[in-house]
């Protein structure tokens, strides 16, 4: 699944974030976008700082922008670093007309370097190699080293773990949609994390992609996306004891019919805290360039407004709960085709949000399909003035229509500072 535009997890905000927010857009301390895709979160060794490597993305270029870094010491607040790996005008793998997907990077003892390893490819995914690059120091720059095929296979969404209780590192990959391929491996790294070494496990035939692990004291559990391209769909769990197996059958992890909150997985995270280790999911809400679906909000013609908001005079998150009436129809399975609009998927609806009747500042929110009578949430930072405040919602003009979607319920939190 080719990822775009935000990931679930971690936080926005602003010089000084205070809440992590699922689902929101999030800023660094410049005030910029966060643009880092589809990537994976590194602790830092030697400070303890997170570090998070994700896609760069760039308006009119879907692919080959390089690899971005923010830090960060709380997963709220975030600093832009620069370009880890930057692409090389004319380079045969790393050049802006190719494939950067996924990068994770892991700290080598023996090397004393920063490894950073990703699925690397062409333009028409016909490569499958995974690209390998280092550093002396974590947020780079990166240089390229090499791509190639893992142990003569091939090699798509890209995925890293490291044992915390032996401090292996492994390798893992779906190996494409070719009737040879529709396995996810995990295959163990070198001591050096710069070559893989042998297959620890092959999901055989089950056809997903996006892996990650979260290891917890007694177990494995291995969380895997189906393969539906923007589509979302319902990520689904191994379990084992072992690395080597014996790995249980699937199950999904998400509450059913909300398609992991309409995420896609892509890394995980274990925080050991004073009080408790808390296990986090790293997921990509992705989004389409137009095309929405049908909804009782059309246009600015038809709108609700929610007064009496109490304001603090700084920007404030707001999430507005919905739900999608449509029941676009899709599943789980490649082949699976929405059921509406005649056969045409869409992803999204799209509502304007005014707050004091102030348009000429119009806020957009995404809504992502649901299924029927299952609520979901966006959130939105809003700057809404001390005292009372409304919130006006309508429908904006989404690529197909004006429509938005049912809404629930608006919560208002406190301001972050």
Same mark, same amino acid.
């Given at each position: 699944m080719r990822t775009s535009l935000v990931s679930l997890l971690l936080a926005a905000g602003a010089a000084h974030a205070k809440y992590i927010v699922p689902g929101g857009r999030w800023h660094d301390t410049d005030g910029n976008l966060i643009n880092a895709h589809a990537g994976g979160v590194?602790?830092?060794?030697?400070? @303890?700082? $997170? $570090?998070? $490597? *994700?896609?760069?993305?760039? %308006? *009119?270029? %879907? %692919? @080959? *922008?390089g690899v971005t870094v923010y830090s960060s010491e709380d997963l709220a607040t975030w600093t832009y670093e620069g370009l880890a790996l930057e692409p090389i005008e004319g380079h045969p793998y790393i050049s802006t007309e190719h494939i950067i997907q996924r990068p994770k990077v892991a700290y080598s003892e023996s090397a004393d370097q920063y490894h950073m390893w990703w699925h690397a490819d062409n333009s028409s995914y016909g490569w499958l190699l995974q690209g390998f690059a280092t550093a002396d120091t974590i947020a780079g720059p990166y240089t390229f080293v090499n791509a190639t095929a893992p142990l003569g296979n091939w090699s798509q969404d890209f995925g890293m773990f490291t044992d915390y209780k032996d401090g292996k590192t492994y390798s893992l990959y779906s190996n494409g949609d070719r009737k040879e391929g529709r396995d996810v491996y995990l295959t163990s790294f070198n001591d050096e994390i710069s070559e893989l070494d042998e297959v620890i496990h092959r999901w055989d035939k089950f056809d997903l992609e996006a892996p990650t692990i979260i290891q917890t004291e007694k177990s494995y559990y291995a969380l895997m996306s189906h393969k539906t391209g923007y589509r979302p769909n319902n990520v689904v769990a191994f379990r084992a004891d072992s690395l080597a197996g014996p790995w249980s059958q699937p199950w999904i992890v998400a509450p059913l019919n909300t398609r992991t909150y309409n995420s896609q997985s892509g890394f995980s995270l274990r925080i050991v805290g004073e009080k408790k280790t808390t296990y986090l999911y790293l997921g990509d809400q992705n989004f389409a360039s137009n095309g929405v679906i049908v909804t009782g909000i059309y246009g600015n013609d038809s709108t609700v407004t929610f007064e009496g908001i109490e304001g603090t005079g700084k920007d404030q998150w707001v999430s507005f709960y919905y739900q999608n009436t449509d029941d676009m129809g899709f599943g789980d399975q490649p082949g699976g085709s929405p059921d509406r609009i005649g056969g045409k998927w869409q992803l999204r609806r799209v509502s304007s949000v005014v707050v004091n009747g102030d348009t000429e500042n119009v806020q957009t929110l995404y809504q992502r399909d649901t299924h029927k009578g299952i609520i979901l949430s966006t959130p939105l930072l809003l700057p809404l003035k001390e005292g009372q405040n409304t919130i006006t919602v309508g429908g904006l003009d989404n690529g197909f229509d004006f429509k938005g979607a049912d809404l629930d319920k608006i919560i208002v939190y406190p301001a972050e500072e």
């Open positions: 590194t602790v830092d060794p030697e400070t @303890g700082k $997170f $570090f998070w $490597f *994700g896609e760069y993305k760039i %308006e *009119g270029q %879907e %692919e @080959g *922008g």
